[in-house]
């Protein structure tokens, strides 16, 4: 036991990355391959060949990791299915030892225990990481979790510091964080600025500071919006607004919906290892569960500092009102992964469970410990009967490819979801290019598929071009673009055919016709 204690960091570390890795590949073969998981790979590609006439990205623009990550593995011509899973599983585990390191500091700053609970939350998190990491994405929001953590951390110092080179680097961290993900302007700067707001209320930090540390950020701000405004002029690229004027409003009239919804997101986030059964799914909505109880408890009892309570609560509500006044939780589908930074203060509410005493700390200890336990076995049993040959929906890729090789089309056309998967996976064969669906109309996409490049292969000499379909349709949700709709727009196909998977249904048209009648999205 004592050569646990002394290497209960380094254990806790190896053990949850090798966690991660395993959720890793079980999500990559159990979940389909769509464009959000290749689409920055592929623009990545695009720009390096030096084809850059407009593109769409969203609002977390992923730009540090094009130019820093995609763009080095495009030139090295590493097999893309290898690049793609490695790169995910290391920047999982970066994610995952950067958080390690950074709560464990926050908690330090708090006044909070460095115990066996911290290890056990961090393991958790590791276990539980199918739902509370974006697990199956390389270009996900969990480096940027990473830094709103590291941000945090420094405000809290600066708090207590008062230092110059904390606020230099709170505007350095906060300009780069803000540019690349302009929700951590909501989650983490609002959240230490209302701290900040109750620690003077409270006379434990000096007005003069905290205008300092709001100067800081405006600064950041101010300086990141300037950034985005050059990039957009560098590489003629729009960063796509998801969340709408129409989406506050929809929240507005449907409160009570918004906010049970809400509830429901959060339930989803914390149990949705579906993966490995409903078993799972209880033991972490329970463990959780008993870490509020133990904090409610330990807080009644007076044994956890004030500032560490109203930290907590600070960065829940905020999170939490952000994420309801945003207009995900109403807009069907899972969009929980954007209470990601809940990560923090459930790591910090499991951890307080230190200050509980005697038997009821040993049986809150054995309970976590032995629902870790089970949770890692069924991920192992999960992993036992995986099929890892080919990722999910990729032959549906593969019978397009086959049927553009085995005809003489030089390009085609189809659903984002299936072209830019194709691109990415198979960069060397035929090109299927991107289509969305506007109303009942077919539109050219451009969301992470520079222009240049689209005009580049519609360039191609070729009398006929395919469009191949999902099924029966073109789908751009909620717009979804049928057969019949199809057909209206173009007039009849020269021929109708189906791939080898018999799932999709072949439309031919001159290639001129394509080009006089189809126009890009944006």
């Not at 966690?19 to 391959?33: M, N, S, V, Y």
Request: charged share 10%; hydrophobic share 50%; proline share 3%.
């Amino acid at each position: 036991m004592q050569w646990i204690r002394v290497h209960a960091s380094f254990l806790t570390l190896i053990l949850g990355s090798s966690i991660i890795t395993a959720w890793t590949f079980l999500r990559f073969f159990t979940k389909p391959i769509i464009y959000d998981l290749l689409g920055q790979q592929v623009l990545a590609s695009q720009w390096l060949h030096g084809f850059i006439g407009g593109s769409v990205t969203a609002p977390t623009n992923y730009i540090l990791k094009i130019f820093f990550v995609y763009m080095p593995l495009s030139a090295l011509h590493v097999d893309p299915k290898i690049a793609l899973i490695v790169t995910t599983i290391i920047i999982n585990i970066v994610t995952y030892v950067c958080l390690f390191f950074l709560i464990r500091q926050i908690l330090t700053v708090l006044h909070v225990k460095i115990s066996s609970f911290f290890y056990l939350a961090m393991l958790w998190v590791a276990t539980a990481a199918g739902s509370l990491f974006w697990i199956q994405f390389s270009n996900s929001r969990n480096i940027e979790v990473v830094g709103g953590v590291w941000l945090l951390l420094l405000g809290l110092r600066f708090m207590k510091e008062y230092s110059t080179k904390l606020l230099v680097g709170i505007s350095i961290l906060a300009t780069v964080l803000f540019f690349a993900d302009p929700l951590q302007i909501y989650m983490t700067a609002a959240s230490l600025l209302i701290y900040a707001i109750v620690m003077i209320l409270q006379k434990r930090f000096r007005l003069i500071n905290g205008a300092q540390l709001l100067s800081s950020l405006i600064v950041a701000f101010c300086v990141a919006t300037l950034l985005t405004l050059v990039i957009n002029h560098l590489l003629s690229i729009t960063f796509a607004n998801i969340s709408t004027f129409n989406q506050y409003i929809l929240t507005l009239s449907h409160p009570l919906q918004a906010a049970k919804e809400t509830l429901l997101a959060n339930v989803h986030f914390v149990s949705a290892t579906y993966d490995t059964g409903r078993v799972s799914q209880l033991i972490n909505l329970m463990i959780i569960g008993l870490a509020i109880i133990s904090t409610l408890y330990v807080a009644f009892r007076k044994k956890l500092s004030t500032h560490a309570i109203i930290f907590i609560a600070v960065l829940v509500v905020v999170i939490e009102l952000v994420y309801f006044a945003s207009g995900q939780a109403l807009q069907g589908g899972d969009t929980s992964r954007y209470l990601v930074m809940l990560i923090v203060p459930l790591v910090i509410l499991l951890s307080f469970s230190t200050y509980l005493t005697g038997q009821i700390r040993n049986l809150a200890k054995g309970f976590i410990a032995i629902g870790l336990f089970v949770n890692i076995c069924l991920l192992g049993h999960a992993l036992t009967i995986l099929p890892t040959h080919q990722l999910p929906g990729e032959s549906h890729v593969v019978s397009i490819i086959n049927y553009l090789n085995a005809h003489s089309f030089t390009y085609g056309y189809a659903s984002i979801d299936t072209s830019i998967p194709a691109s990415y996976l198979y960069p060397d064969s035929k090109q299927l290019l991107p289509l969305g669906c506007s109303g009942s109309t077919l539109v050219k996409d451009s969301l992470f598929y520079d222009r240049a490049a689209y005009a580049h292969i519609e360039a191609m000499p070729s009398q006929n071009v395919v469009i191949f379909l999902d099924a029966n349709s073109i789908t751009n949700a909620p717009n979804v673009c049928s057969q019949d709709d199809i057909f209206s727009q173009f007039g009849q196909p020269n021929k109708i055919d189906e791939t080898s998977d018999h799932s999709t249904v072949d439309i031919f048209y001159s290639a001129s016709r394509i080009l006089d009648h189809v126009r890009y999205d944006q």
